[in-house]
């Protein structure tokens, strides 16, 4: 169906360089009808919209990162993008951009995958001081999701850092209950056994990751020390 000719003027004038020449939210409404929001949508609807606008300035400026944490508070919590903006940052290396998104995202009601890469973000960059709220999260995307293989995984290996052997220990099993062949799981597990001196478990654990993932060095470096802890015996 073609646009009225107001129509027409109003979209050209929406996306127009100059923030000042476009339609406020209210203006649009009125010629695109949308369902019917709180009063605070149009303060919720400008909030993003200023924040769309540095991002941009920003961007043109070459400063990808800032822009990026622009856009990022111009999502919801709960927006998958904001998730991806948050993952991809933290594997990126952008630490400031995936702090900053993670935050957006667990202040509001972030999908429970979310939570469960927060713990890897944590992990990747060993925040200590951030290790106690990352088991938190697996912990609460686990309410949701108990057989989330990301979540279980991390929160062996937070465990494992914090020292909490036996813990770590619980939660490698129960990921190789549900996938025994998931390489990270398996080490946290090894590590585990390692520390509560159950020199078997984690000999047998060890040779298994190498065998399947010779390429996985931490694996290796714990079954040369294993072994040799069995020669000096």
Aim: hydrophobic share 40%.
């Amino acid at each position: 169906m073609a646009l009225s000719e107001e129509e027409a003027r109003l979209l050209r004038r929406a996306v127009d360089p100059d923030p000042s020449h476009r339609p406020r939210f209210s203006d649009l409404a009125t010629v695109f009808p949308v369902p019917k929001y709180p009063a605070a949508r149009d303060t919720e609807f400008v909030t993003q919209w200023n924040a769309n606008d540095r991002g941009t300035a920003l961007l043109a400026l070459g400063r990808h990162p800032e822009a990026i944490a622009e856009f990022a508070k111009a999502l919801r919590p709960e927006s998958p993008a904001l998730m991806n903006i948050a993952t991809s940052a933290s594997q990126a290396g952008l630490v400031e951009l995936a702090n900053a998104a993670y935050t957006t995202l667990l202040n509001g009601n972030p999908h429970p995958q979310a939570r469960a890469n927060y713990a890897a973000h944590v992990l990747r960059y060993a925040v200590r001081e951030k290790y106690e709220e990352g088991l938190q999260q697996c912990d609460k995307c686990l309410e949701v999701d108990p057989r989330n293989l990301t979540a279980l995984s991390n929160k062996a290996a937070l465990l494992n850092s914090l020292e909490r052997y036996e813990e770590a220990f619980d939660a490698a099993e129960a990921v190789r209950s549900i996938d025994p062949k998931m390489p990270q799981a398996q080490f946290e597990l090894a590590w585990a056994a390692s520390k509560l001196n159950r020199y078997s478990k984690a000999l047998s654990t060890a040779k298994d990751i190498v065998r399947n993932y010779p390429e996985f060095e931490r694996a290796a470096e714990l079954l040369r020390s294993l072994e040799n802890q069995k020669k000096r015996k």
